[in-house]
DNA sequence: TATGAATGAGCCTTCATTCAT
DNA sequence: AATGAATGAAGGCTCATTCAT
């Protein structure tokens, strides 16, 4: 009997039994959706039983919250590894834009959830308290860059931060959201590496250039306009 | 009261029935996917019954498919009115980008039917055979806008017409495909008018702006810029 | 207007129609029993429509009634025209063995709607009126010709019409009714014809030699026996 | 009361389970047939529910061909323990008789059963991968049987075992496969012992006087037959 | 902690039958 | 006489969830 408990699971096996639950539920909301996923395929990939998953996470829609919470942190807390705040403006906005594209690129998880919550109108969203403190900053923060890109005459001024932050954001998103019903469209494969890098550069291009001042408009002509 | 019952819609008309099953059905698939979706409530809300259902479309699945071959064809039909290849290029695609725009903030039930079919893997549309049709001209069309602007000065050149596309189409999509999670992340609400029109000027700005030439590159300019 | 009438459907085609139901009625009911038979395919088979079948058979168990009825008149019309009475003892039993074995060879919708109102326990058989007459005689034809053989030492006597007519009727309906699993489980195929017809004669041999009277038994042979 | 507990049934019991189920579904298949059988009815006659009929079996065809399988089971079961191989030529056949003609006459299910698999062609029964083994020997196990009494002179010789088996099962099987429409044909109830008793020694004197040699052929008698 | 067994509600689908023309 | 449209009831099957060990 002594010392044999160490042979044994190791303590953290609960923990462990969580994270698998939770990483085999994100793989099947995000194949199958809200509705169609099954609760016997989620505890059958997780090598748990569904009696774990009911214990751990109440019910199904509850470990959906779960997944959807740690759906948006893993993707803001990588966001927040990129410490825009250190960089040059022109710069600091590439690098976001690359962030946003190559973050749909290779999360695709990231999408299909995203894309149920609202098909469901974010309701799940609302429920789950960790997630409104991830983006409390967001706003913040791009304005800063777009603030000091308009000061030092990088940018053009008067860039609403949200609008300007959706329209970079859509660039990748709607490419990997939309992938398969485009690639039928346009008959050829979107999920091609030159394709998706073709579309990838034009995307950042494109973010900057709207970024650009105005020929004589922005860099003061005289004595100011009115 | 005279001769009144002639006009009113026979109780027996096949055409309607469909119609009005069809009708339901696409708004039942939008609000809760195909999975999500209810053949009883399509029934009720179609004031037809279940059995007529599956005598006109065969089966859910089947149903499905003729809603998104419904869905494509009206925004395909709506965009085909455009009548692009008569205006002037820039004019052509401000009106290109404003259709897309537009549609998106009038249909919402394009985007979730969309958002659902890819959660397919575009599945049912390589089943729909009305679809492919219906694009077979898209690219030739916005290639053709996009050599007229180049040939008179007013585009750069080299644009790709699949990429220029999806980069334009994604604008209007994302803001209302995601318009619930992210009115949650920026606690403001995306659907109000003001909010909207906003961000529809600022992208139909960012599209045109990147197709200006760039200064000093395709109209050269004396000394150049280092 | 004047004699067009000739030329549209003959007046008969009434009773044609029923007729083509009955046909395709009793297909169905063959195939698939009555459980398992589908009005509406019976509708299609017929060329008619299902506003016929219940129009002239009431509802779907009319219908199989109608269809038992006719099925037992065939049969038992057939076997009327053997004229047994007017053959030899031995000669009548063997024609009316070979005509069981022959007819359920021939008619295996014979088989399989006995079989299923067996299922049924014969509870439409008790419904339909026109089958009692028909079997009024049997017994007595039997009896009749068993007696005859009895009577000129051809056959043993004592033997109850009855118990030998289902004897006899057993081995040509067994082989056929269970044909498809016999044939799984003897790795054959009764179907064959050369595999039928050895059987048959077997069977007729067996019948016939069960009549003929027992050695020194029934033709008493000097003093008694031992 | 002590230790009681332990010979009760546990309220969850996996075979027990499957075990009633089985033969609630048996009971209905024999009196219902596939088509006309509810699953319904069986989970409540074995007081088990739905859920559990399509955890075990799959699905209606799956615990059809459960029963199938379990049906042949029984009886070839019982056929083995006849024992035949041990005893004298003429005893070991009578035996075989009488038990076809009882098995058949304790073991309704057993008939409808059959006659159900064979309206369907035995397409089941080809899909039971335990059947074929429970005949694989029959044939010669008959064969067997009338050789050694073609050998001791009880027998004809040159019978062929699968048509002798198929005319000697057919009596008892046809007897009660069809004693409902017969009963009614004969106005007389075949359910009767006294009547099936009759019967049965008919059906086994038939039989047997088959199988004995011919006079004056096998046994050369003198003069010889004209 | 872990698990196989069990369940009731509900979903998709089908069917016999009737209605309206 | 003939037909396409319509319907309510029910059947097979599945699912999220709970029980008993």
């Not at 000091?148 to 609403?160: C, E, L, Q």
Request: hydrophobic content about 40%; some cysteine; charged content about 25%.
């Amino acid at each position: 009997m002594l010392g044999n408990w160490m042979v044994t699971q190791p303590r953290r096996n609960a923990e462990l039994t969580r994270r698998r639950i939770l990483d085999a539920a994100t793989r099947e909301f995000a194949a199958k959706g809200l509705a169609g996923a099954r609760v016997d395929a989620i505890a059958r990939a997780s090598r748990a039983n569904k009696r774990m998953i009911y214990q751990y996470y109440g019910n199904k829609e509850g470990l959906y919250v779960a997944v959807l919470e740690a759906t948006y942190a893993r993707f803001r807390g990588r966001e927040r590894t990129l410490r825009l705040a250190e960089l040059d403006p022109v710069e600091a906005m590439r690098r976001l834009v690359l962030f946003n594209l190559d973050y749909c690129h290779a999360h695709p998880e990231f999408i299909s959830i995203l894309n149920n919550e609202n098909l469901h109108r974010a309701r799940h969203l609302k429920r789950a308290k960790s997630v409104p403190p991830l983006h409390a900053t967001l706003t913040e923060t791009i304005g800063a860059i777009l603030e000091r890109g308009g000061a030092n005459g990088a940018f053009r001024s008067g860039i609403d931060p949200m609008r300007f932050y959706i329209a970079l954001a859509s660039l990748g998103y709607f490419y990997h959201s939309n992938r398969h019903t485009l690639s039928a469209i346009f008959r050829t494969d979107l999920a091609r590496t030159a394709t998706w890098r073709a579309y990838r550069d034009e995307a950042v291009a494109m973010v900057l250039r709207h970024l650009v001042p105005e020929r004589g408009v922005d860099r003061p002509r005289g004595r100011g306009i009115k």
